[in-house]
């Protein structure tokens, strides 16, 4: 049995033993022959190092790769960030003067929600109740109308945007001072409709569309839009007008309500039926 087993490791023994006598002679010799061999192991290495030293770089390089990646990618959300903090100031800047231009109460919001792509769309605001919001107040830009509160909670509101089949508001063109109602037909979100116009009255392509003053939600003389085309309607004494709105639903952001001013005499009236 023990002739057996020193029969299988016999050979890998002997391998040891050559190969170990063979390092403790190169090591320990100081002959020509072994220090050539020495000199000449060692430049080998030293060329194979040297050729696979460009793995080590390659991956040096895709780890210098992917953080100068991570970096200019934060950098670029910084600079983002800075951008519209410096649009959001000048915006804020022009909403701060346009309060102090106006001869009426007004209550800053923000809109927070808002549709653009039915036949009846509809803002929500950041105000409501406890702000002094109430249904059936208008509701404006710094460019023009937007619409009129229709639901209020305590701290939001519900606005009918102009975008909606259901919105009126009564007009005038100046400086003719046509009167008429806008209204939107429900395709092009870039264009109202001023009708009951008649046809005697003088209105011209680019003229203003302002607000009539016969509305109770909105103040007289305040910007809708810019006459874009005149027609007159074959078989009808009225006058078929398309207004430009002066104030775009799709990029508003910011949003007064203009706060009613209460008359307690004029309440008092009571409408026959």
Known sequence: MQFRQWARIRDWALLVVLLS???IVMFTQNLTM?????????????????????IGRYFRALDENDFLREENIR?????????EAGIE???LRVLASFVDTVSYNVLSARIIEKEITKQKNYITLNVGSKHGVEEKMGVIDERGILGKVIQVTENYSLVMSYLNMDFRVPAKVQPSQAQGIIQWEGVHRDKLLLQHV????????GQV?????FSSFFPPGYPIGLVQSVEA???KNQLLIDVIPASKIDDAEHAFVVLKEQDEERSELIIPE
């Open 21 to 23: 006598i063979s390092a």
């Open 34 to 54: 072994v220090r050539a061999l020495r000199a000449t192991a060692l430049e080998t290495t030293g060329h194979m190092e040297n050729s696979l030293s460009w």
């Open 75 to 83: 950098l670029s959300s910084e600079l983002a960030k800075s951008r």
């Open 89 to 91: 100031n000048e915006r």
């Open 198 to 205: 008649i046809k005697t009255e003088r209105v011209a392509i």
């Open 209 to 213: 569309v302002v607000t009539s003053g």
């Open 233 to 235: 309607q074959t078989g």
